[in-house]
T-cell receptor
Framework: SAVISQKPSRDICQRGTSLTIQCQVD?????MFWYRQQPGQSLTLIAT?????????ESGFVIDKFPISRPNLTFSTLTVSNMSPEDSSIYLC???????????FGSGTQLSVL | GDSVTQMEGPVTLSEEAFLTINCTYT??????LFWYVQYPGEGLQLLLK?????DKGSNKGFEATYRKETTSFHLEKGSVQVSDSAVYFC???????????FGDGTTLTVKP
């Protein structure tokens, strides 16, 4: 299994500012992902965080708005830039470990933008 | 593209009632299928999975069978408890792709 530490767990931010969310895993993982879960909705994949290279973004998400870093196999950050109230959501880090095919999730970051 | 369609909620049951949450999928190839559960105030966690046709995943009294002919993976439990109250997500993942596709989630509330 994998233990994922995601922080902050929640934040309230002002419009136009940026927030960086950190995801730390206790073991090396093959793949790391960032999802968004808007209120009452399902999970939407933002991007796959690639170690040492640019993240792979899904349709509707761009690097300028959601820059992602993954400097090594156990750590990644997601930045929500120039925030607006529409960015209010839960942001989730998830990983697939090398030893199995299970997808593990962090506890999420609940973001509210005023 | 791939998609997962879940039974709309919310679902409200009395304790010890039988639960079924329907899930159907559309995908090319042979995806693995999953059910995730999200308890109030917590993150998602894997409930059960099945990786090929006719496989049955089971955990904590929940079961789901991978039905390729009907492209379904319905979640069932014979006798629900108040502690089963949560949001349940059906999902699929292709063998060679890391990303998963999730259904919209079904909120289950079990009353004593």
């Amino acid at each position: 299994s994998a233990v994922i530490s995601q922080k902050p767990s929640r934040d309230i931010c002002q419009r136009g500012t940026s927030l960086t969310i950190q995801c730390q895993v206790d073991s090396q993982v093959t793949m790391m992902f960032w999802y968004r879960q808007q209120p009452g909705q399902s999970l939407t994949l933002i991007a796959t965080a690639n170690q040492g290279s640019e993240a792979t973004y899904e349709s509707g998400f761009v690097i300028d708005k959601f820059p992602i870093s993954r400097p090594n196999l156990t750590f990644s950050t997601l930045t929500v830039s120039n925030m607006s109230p529409e960015d209010s959501s839960i942001y989730l880090c998830s990983v697939i470990t090398a030893s199995n095919e299970k997808l593990f999730f962090g506890s999420g970051t609940q973001l509210s933008v005023l | 593209g791939d998609s997962v369609t879940q039974m709309e909620g919310p679902v409200t049951l009395s304790e010890e009632a039988f639960l079924t949450i329907n899930c159907t999928y559309t995908a090319t190839g042979y995806p693995s299928l999953f059910w995730y559960v999200q308890y109030p105030g917590e993150g998602l966690q894997l409930l059960l999975k099945a990786t090929k046709a006719d496989d049955k995943g089971s955990n904590k009294g929940f079961e789901a069978t991978y039905r390729k002919e009907t492209t379904s993976f319905h979640l069932e439990k014979g006798s629900v408890q108040v502690s089963d109250s949560a949001v349940y997500f059906c999902a699929l993942r292709k063998a060679n792709a890391g990303k998963s596709t999730f259904g919209d989630g079904t909120t289950l509330t079990v009353k004593p």
